[in-house]
């Protein structure tokens, strides 16, 4: 059972440069979401979806996109990138209970240089 | 504004003793609570949850505490071992399925 994967797992890019950071999970969960983590701070909310077709924005949904044409994935696009958006992104997927909390990709660490 | 608060960035723990990690959170509107464990390179794994209408859950060596009062919880780990040394997340709902996550705090357990 794979959970949740992430690819790539490092990126570098340029200021102004483009890239999706792709998100799948074998799960069936309906739920999926994007979290970005800086260094010493917390995950702070990108997008999340509850459902395909449907997505909505987090605390920091600025410079970024997504889409969710399917159930298992949820990509991530990034458009014109800033090295304001050097961070440590994480995927997750759940139910829509807590009870079991998220399952977590292993991340996509990103430099913009 | 923070709405989660982990206010010790780390703790240090010997080996077989108890973990104490704190949270706080300052939003009236969260009635539900996890933690959540990270190793680094990895993502966050979950541990434990529990539900503004107890104050308490335990499973095994982890139980979390809620004071609803005090807008409080906490998470102990009993023994600690040093397979537990990772950053740990506490984190909030606030009757939906987003989450708002604390800065974490990393632990030690020296054997």
């Known amino acids: 059972n794979a959970g949740v994967t992430q690819t790539p797992k490092f990126r570098i890019l340029k200021i102004g440069q483009s890239m999706t950071l792709q998100c799948t999970q074998d799960m069936n969960h309906n739920y999926m979401y994007w979290y970005r983590q800086d260094p010493g701070m917390g995950l702070k909310l990108i997008y999340y979806?509850?459902?395909?077709?449907?997505?909505d924005k987090g605390e920091v949904p600025n410079g970024y996109n997504v889409s969710r044409s399917t159930t298992e994935d949820f990509p991530l696009r990034l458009e014109l990138a800033a090295p304001s958006q050097t961070s440590v992104y994480f995927c997750?997927?759940?139910?829509?209970?807590?009870?079991?909390?998220?399952?977590f990709g292993s991340g996509t660490r990103l430099t913009v240089v | 504004d923070q709405q989660v608060k982990q206010n010790s960035p780390s703790l240090s723990v010997q080996e077989g003793r108890i973990s104490i990690l704190n949270c706080d959170y300052t939003?009236?509107?969260?009635?539900?609570f996890l933690w959540y464990k990270k190793y680094p390179a990895e993502g966050p794994t979950f541990l434990i949850s529990?539900?503004?209408?107890?104050d308490k859950n335990e499973d095994g060596r982890f139980t979390v505490f809620l004071n609803k009062s005090a807008k409080h919880l906490s998470l102990h780990i009993v023994p600690s071992q040093p397979g537990d040394s990772a950053v740990y997340f506490c984190?909030?709902?606030?009757?939906?399925?987003?989450?708002?996550f604390g800065k974490g705090t990393m632990l030690l357990v020296s054997p």
């Open positions: 979806s509850v459902g395909a077709g449907i997505t």
């Open positions: 984190a909030a709902s606030g009757g939906y399925s987003t989450l708002t």
């Open positions: 997750a997927s759940s139910y829509e209970s807590l009870s079991y909390g998220y399952t």
């Open positions: 939003n009236s509107m969260f009635d539900y």
């Open positions: 529990i539900s503004s209408i107890k």
